[in-house]
């Protein structure tokens, strides 16, 4: 019990939410270069050279160079082992994404000191907002020219409703960086003169901005800004309160530079040791932390085929109690299964490796039998509880699907069955129509990813029609018979695989029109007896 109390408190897992080409990547690879999980830089990305991501298993996502499908990377660092749950960094993300952050403890959230907080960013920040993460914000690019950081401080706010608590200051004058102030150790740090962007330390000896040394490198100007920002964001500026940090309303803020690697290792071990250890998760037998004295974990992401040598399923679980142990047998919940399990894995880039033992916090994949479906809970046998359902995430874009040959029917149908059961999409059926299906996605590169895997996995070319549609409600009403709704003409009428009536319309403007001509009836953007986003 000790031991997993210990070994807990030394997990860190964390998520990077970013907008495309923030560079999440690049940050990722510096992060790893530090816990010498990778030797060579561009390991990670070498989208030139024509190498691919470490992340990237499909094929599609090789042909494609990008990353569909969220991974885990797992390294050590001064004693601390550090699991990424890495999201997919390209604009047509999807639900896995938005899953991936419910196996988090905390955020990085990466924003691009030229551009601010960009859709993508906006999106995820919700989702963790929601779960009550706690989210660290890094101002990636400062060697570059840059917007300034009040008004990005301002953004946070704005647009997203927290407050930023700057843990060092670029120097220089209208975004021209040359390095930042180290409030907390009250030093300088500049990119080295040679242009190399290393970093040259220089510590006050006054204990504060306010030094004639700063003066003389920084110069009259730009020490003259420098000292009033700092002085503005002392008075005005918030207190470091941890603990709005742990209840989201304030972001502890870093600036850097991932490529030139400025500023990443202060970063990496600020955020070490502020970030924290596995929080407990709520169960329908109370919460299942460290301090449990069960095993138990969770599965949030269902991967078919990441090694095309390997046709195989891969279940990645979250642990949030207990320990595990290699070959244990566990009870799955759902189906009242007991399943050993033998091959547990860890995963760095390709490289798949055995686990032996694994502690709260920590990922791991698993072989799936074919049983697992997302949000599924493990527990040590004798145990009874369940994790939170997972909330569903509310599809934007639809297509009609059919199998290509009638003759395939059947293979379509299992395919159908078990990328839903996997979590790759969302499955309604209009009622009356059996031949076809209307699939729901967050991302349209899930249409893609559906249509390749029916080909490549089940043998079955589809006809893929998308539709105008852009939001769907499920409808909530005890009197009202969804044929008899309203001014939904040009929408249209479908089930979700338990029966649930929904509607889909173009958008949210029309949904306002449809809502006033039903009152009496609810529009859900979630089913009804699930958790909203
Ligand atoms: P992503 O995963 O968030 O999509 O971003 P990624 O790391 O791929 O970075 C996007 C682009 O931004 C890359 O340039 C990358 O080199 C660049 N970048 C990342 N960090 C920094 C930084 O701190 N400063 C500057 N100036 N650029 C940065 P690219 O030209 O698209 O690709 P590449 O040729 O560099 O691979």
């Given at each position: 019990m000790e031991d997993i109390i210990n070994q807990a408190s030394k997990r860190r897992t964390f998520a990077i939410i970013s907008h495309p080409d923030a560079g999440k990547t690049t940050l990722t690879e510096k992060l790893l270069l530090y816990g010498g999980a990778i030797h060579l830089a561009g390991s990670v990305k070498a989208r030139k050279t024509a190498k691919h991501a470490t992340s990237d298993w499909m094929e599609i996502e090789k042909q494609r160079g990008i990353s569909v499908t969220s991974s885990v990377l797992q390294f050590d660092y001064q004693g601390i082992r550090v699991n990424i749950l890495d999201t997919p960094g390209h604009q047509d993300f999807s639900e896995d994404t938005y899953r991936t952050l419910m196996a988090a403890d905390s955020a990085v959230m990466l924003i691009d000191v030229a551009k601010g907080v960009e859709e993508q960013t906006k999106k995820l920040f919700r989702v963790c907002k929601e779960r009550g993460i706690p989210i660290f914000t890094f101002v990636n690019k400062l060697d570059r020219f840059g917007r300034s950081p009040f008004d990005l401080m301002e953004e946070l706010e704005k647009v997203l409703g927290i407050r930023a608590f700057p843990m060092n200051w670029p120097i220089g004058i209208d975004g021209n960086y040359k390095g930042v102030y180290n409030r907390k150790l009250a030093?300088?740090?500049?990119?080295?003169?040679?242009?190399?962007?290393?970093?040259?330390?220089?510590?006050?000896?006054?204990?504060?901005?306010?030094?004639?040394?700063?003066?003389?490198?920084?110069?009259?100007?730009?020490?003259?800004?420098?000292?009033?920002?700092?002085?503005?964001?002392?008075?005005?500026?918030?207190?470091?309160?941890?603990?709005?940090?742990?209840?989201?309303?304030?972001?502890?803020?870093?600036?850097?530079?991932?490529?030139?690697?400025?500023?990443?290792?202060?970063?990496?071990?600020?955020?070490?040791?502020?970030?924290?250890?596995?929080?407990?998760?709520?169960?329908?037998?109370?919460?299942?932390?460290?301090?449990?004295?069960?095993?138990?974990?969770?599965?949030?992401?269902?991967?078919?085929?990441?090694?095309?040598?390997?046709?195989?399923?891969?279940?990645?679980?979250?642990?949030?109690?207990?320990?595990?142990?290699?070959?244990?047998?566990?009870?799955?919940?759902?189906?009242?299964?007991?399943?050993?399990?033998?091959?547990?894995?860890?995963?760095?880039?390709?490289?798949?490796?055995?686990?032996?033992?694994?502690?709260?916090?920590?990922?791991?994949?698993?072989?799936?039998?074919?049983?697992?479906?997302?949000g599924d809970t493990l527990c040590q046998t004798g145990q009874s509880l369940k994790f939170q359902d997972f909330p569903v995430f509310p599809p934007e874009q639809f297509a009609r699907v059919q199998a290509k040959d009638t003759m395939k029917r059947k293979q379509f149908l299992k395919g159908m069955t078990q990328l839903t059961q996997e979590g790759a999409v969302q499955v309604f059926r209009q009622p009356g129509v059996i031949e076809s299906f209307v699939i729901g996605v967050v991302g349209s590169l899930q249409f893609e990813v559906l249509e390749y895997r029916l080909k490549q996995e089940y043998g079955t070319d589809i006809l893929m029609h998308q539709l105008p549609y852009g939001v769907a409600r499920w409808i909530a009403s005890n009197n009202v018979n969804p044929q008899d709704l309203k001014s939904i003409d040009n929408g249209m009428l479908l089930e979700d695989t338990k029966g649930r009536p929904l509607i889909l319309i173009t958008t949210e403007w029309q949904l306002g029109w449809v809502r006033e001509r039903n009152p009496g009836v609810e529009f859900l953007a979630t089913p009804p007896d699930m958790p909203h986003e």
């Open positions: 030093q300088i740090e500049l990119f080295d003169k040679d242009g190399s962007h290393g970093q040259y330390a220089l510590k006050s000896t006054a204990g504060s901005v306010n030094d004639p040394a700063f003066r003389e490198i920084l110069g009259d100007n730009v020490y003259q800004a420098l000292t009033d920002d700092i002085e503005l964001l002392d008075m005005a500026g918030d207190q470091f309160d941890f603990e709005k940090v742990t209840q989201g309303e304030l972001t502890p803020m870093f600036f850097g530079s991932a490529m030139t690697n400025f500023g990443v290792q202060p970063f990496l071990e600020e955020f070490l040791r502020l970030a924290p250890t596995p929080t407990p998760r709520q169960t329908s037998e109370g919460v299942a932390g460290a301090e449990s004295d069960f095993f138990s974990a969770f599965v949030f992401k269902i991967q078919a085929n990441m090694n095309p040598a390997h046709r195989d399923r891969i279940a990645f679980i979250r642990i949030c109690s207990g320990k595990f142990e290699r070959g244990m047998s566990v009870l799955h919940v759902q189906s009242g299964k007991q399943i050993k399990l033998s091959q547990p894995q860890q995963f760095l880039a390709q490289d798949r490796t055995i686990v032996d033992d694994a502690y709260p916090g920590d990922i791991i994949g698993l072989f799936d039998p074919g049983v697992f479906g997302i």
